[in-house]
């Protein structure tokens, strides 16, 4: 009894484990994007394993003292393993067929079930080699159970913090002013060169008539977590590490060993020592754990769900249930429209995270106190949260690209009534740009895909990300044609921090 349920807890994890596979292996790049506590996650992520373990022990115990148990491990030889398989599609190195996945199942039961009528002595063989795996499951468990106590023990690093020049009412600040907007994915391809016709973007083309645009931008990664410290510290980042006491290592290309960030040797650093105020409002980093000792007011969060359907600030009770009522809808419904299910689910929480990061960036930007401020927002990247259609935020999946487009836009367009309401906007330099583009291999297979997603991106990946500059003062449109690398923004940087002429 002890070893079938231990096996049951095995099968019960290998079911799972696309719901909490981000947290194995220390759970670094979730700790790394998350303000808050795992614990509760963990806990519903080991509640789940047991509950189900629980579950299927109990159908065995039903069952096991009845005609029908030769039968049940029958069904359980025939349906299982496409079952898995279904389960943990998204591991694979290559996107399943349509409909491939349910002609294998087929075939597997047709096999098993010929197997078990013509050749009784290989049916029990599979019976005896499922048995076996059935205990490694029950290794892969408790391994698995292991690593998620283990990561209860972390605690997250500061959200948010403010200086002192924020605590009471003064004048405005009587300094030059650099705003640095990255707009998370955001393509030149799609918001200037192959703009859908029914797009309307007034704020980028506002700012391009009194910015220079650069049509050629090179990019320096893919991911934002190690995109925007390269950009920070003019030196690209190819590889980076997180510990368990939030100590961020990061290693530069050509550069050996590993270099710990701690923001002294970023721009924020740099702007500090010729007499900035710098802030910070970003989503995805953990800029205010990150670089505390050069960046003087900040504030960053990110809701996104980890795997599984269960977020920070829900409930135990809740992130216990939803991954076992999705399960539930996979089987009752279908894949598809419980893959909606999560994608919806991911719609609301990244609604709450914009909404939380554009309150922060506005009130900041109000404030006319900081002289650096760096704003990194979650849009346009998908998961999309506002329809052009109505004109508003939606709270379920169907939105596309263009949708976030018009929604960054409208960000932008309430970044630039503030700055040019302000006393120092003709000392005002704006960097507006995107990490890096519309990465369209990355989404093309998943739910949020549209097929006005589709049309768009022609079904090719432009690698170039948006980059505006407006420098100060700055009244006629600038072009700048040349292959140019995002790297350089760095430089562009440093050199308004010195109050030196930057080249257009």
């Known amino acids: 009894m002890l070893k079938r349920f231990c096996q049951c807890i095995g099968l019960s994890s290998l079911i799972l484990v696309m719901n909490y596979g981000d947290l194995l292996g220390g759970g670094g790049d979730v700790r790394l994007h998350v303000p808050w506590s795992l614990a509760m996650i963990c806990v519903a ?14 159908v065995f115990a039903l ?20 079952y898995l398989v279904e389960r943990m599609r998204d591991l694979f190195p290559f996107e399943m067929a349509s409909g491939l996945l349910p002609l294998l199942a087929v075939l597997w039961a047709a096999v098993i079930l010929l197997i078990f009528l013509q050749r009784p002595s290989w049916y029990r063989g599979i019976l005896k080699l499922g048995d076996a795996v059935g205990v490694f499951l029950a290794i892969f468990a408790f391994c698995s159970i292991a690593q998620l106590a283990w990561i209860m023990r972390w605690k997250p690093g500061t959200q948010q913090y403010a200086a002192t020049w924020t605590k009471s009412a003064q004048s405005p600040r009587q300094h030059p002013l650099l705003v640095w907007v990255v707009f998370d994915e955001l393509s030149y391809d799609q918001v200037f060169e192959h703009r859908a016709h029914d797009l309307q973007l007034p704020a980028f083309d506002s700012l391009r ?24 510290t003019g030196h690209i980042v190819d590889d980076y590490r997180y510990s368990l006491h939030n100590r961020f290592s990061v290693h530069y290309t050509n550069v050996p060993g590993w270099h710990l960030l701690d923001g002294s040797q970023t721009v924020f650093a740099d702007a500090q020592k010729s007499g900035w105020r710098t802030a910070a409002v970003g989503w995805y980093n953990p800029y205010c754990s990150l670089y505390t000792r050069a960046i003087d007011n900040c504030y960053w969060t990110n809701r996104d769900t980890i795997d599984g359907p269960m977020a920070q600030g829900h409930s135990l009770l809740r992130n216990t249930l939803s991954p076992l009522q999705q399960m539930a809808r996979e089987v009752i419904s279908s894949t598809k429209n419980a893959d909606r299910d999560i994608c919806s689910y991911d719609v609301r929480q990244r609604y709450q995270t914009h909404i939380d990061l554009q309150s922060h960036a506005m009130e900041l930007l109000q404030t006319d106190q900081a002289d650096f401020i760096f704003l990194h927002l979650s849009i346009p990247h998908s998961p999309n949260i506002w329809s052009r259609l109505n004109d508003n935020y939606t709270q379920t999946c169907g939105s596309s690209y263009l949708d976030n487009l018009a929604l960054a836009d409208r960000s932008l367009g309430r970044i630039l009534g503030i700055l040019k309401s302000s006393p120092r906007w003709n000392d005002t330099t704006l960097i507006v740009q995107g990490d890096h583009s519309w990465r369209i291999d990355l989404w093309n297979w998943m739910p949020a895909w549209t097929a006005e997603d589709e049309v768009a991106s022609r079904q090719v990946y432009d690698p170039r990300p948006a980059l505006l500059i407006h420098q100060a003062g700055q009244t006629q449109p600038q072009l700048h044609a040349t292959a140019w690398s995002l790297l350089q923004v760095h430089d562009v940087v440093e050199a308004v921090l010195a109050g030196k002429l930057v080249s257009r």
Not at 45 to 58: E, R, S, T, V
Not at 211 to 232: A, E, K, Y
């Open 63 to 82: 069952v096991e003292r009845t005609r029908f148990y030769p039968w049940m491990l029958l069904l359980i030889a025939m349906t299982v393993p496409p």
């Open 209 to 232: 008539s009194q910015s220079t645009v650069f049509t050629d931008v090179q990019p320096i990664g893919r991911r934002t977590v190690m995109v925007i410290p390269s950009l920070f």
């Open 45 to 58: 992520q080991i509640l789940d394993i047991a509950l189900l373990g629980l579950a299927i022990f109990a």
